[in-house]
């Protein structure tokens, strides 16, 4: 089983992607609270293109879900906005009190400690990110860095 | 997102209840801002109902904080649970921020 949607990047849109992705996980079995995961990634993932990857020209999203032989859930977003690689921003200083605390940064921060892998593809002029999600074990194993 | 205010002492407890994402956040912040500019500072933001939070509602907490902080003020939490309480871990809020495990213990210290 498979499907996709794509919309125009615009943050008004993100409810239905996280929305189709909710109801296909839900198909698939998973249990409530990784279904709340992958919504919460989802969203993250998809605020930042509708934020900064098109600048100010209108431009597209895409949300293709599919699921593997393990039962993984693989989320494949599409952008064609300015390159963005999630792996290789730097992370917040999780150290620094209130005052020091940068404002940015924790959308890609909670992606890269929930998804349970993560892949970045520059294809032609689209970005290309994967999201595998399992619905076993996840929330012991990535509670610390 | 639902937000309900009382008032003991001279505190004042915000209980959020429902989604706190990119939509939803701003209107906490902008609640939050108001009762700042009416000369209130001290604060217990209970989230025992608060099911779900993305990275905007972090920032809209922590813009607050760093507000309150320049005022003297305090902002502590209660009640987080879930999935509200992974992110709060993954990003080590837990440890900028005092949480109580309810308004009552909060109350009790503040």
């Known amino acids: 089983m498979d499907g996709r949607i794509k919309l125009p990047a615009e943050i008004e849109h993100v409810k239905q992607f996280t929305k189709f992705v909710r109801n296909f996980a839900n198909g698939e079995g998973f249990s409530r609270r990784n279904i709340e995961s992958i919504e919460l990634v989802i969203e993250e993932a998809l605020v930042n293109i509708c934020r900064y990857a098109y600048n100010d020209i209108k431009g597209d999203m895409e949300v293709a879900c599919s699921t593997d032989d393990d039962k993984q859930l693989i989320i494949q977003i599409v952008d064609g906005g300015k390159p963005f690689n999630i792996l290789t921003v730097s992370e917040p200083d999780l150290t620094a009190d209130i005052t020091n605390r940068e404002l940015g940064g924790l959308g890609v921060l909670l992606i890269r400690r929930i998804a349970d892998d993560i892949k970045y593809q520059r294809q032609g002029n689209k970005n290309v990110l994967t999201l595998i999600m399992n619905d076993k074990g996840k929330q012991q194993s990535k509670k610390s860095p | ?110």
């Open chain 2, 1 to 110: 997102m639902e937000i309900n205010t009382r008032k003991e002492r001279d505190v004042t407890i915000v209980s959020v209840t429902g989604r706190m994402g990119e939509v939803t956040a701003p209107a906490f912040e902008e609640k939050m801002r108001k009762y700042i500019a009416d000369e209130k500072i001290k604060f217990i933001v209970d989230f025992k109902e608060l099911e779900y939070i993305s990275s905007a509602g972090l920032r809209s907490i922590l813009a607050i904080a760093k507000m309150l902080k320049d005022k003297n003020g305090t902002m502590v939490l209660s009640s987080l649970t879930g999935a509200v309480k992974e992110v709060f871990e993954i990003t080590q809020f837990v440890s900028i921020f005092t949480i109580y495990d309810n308004t009552e213990d909060a109350l009790s210290e503040i």
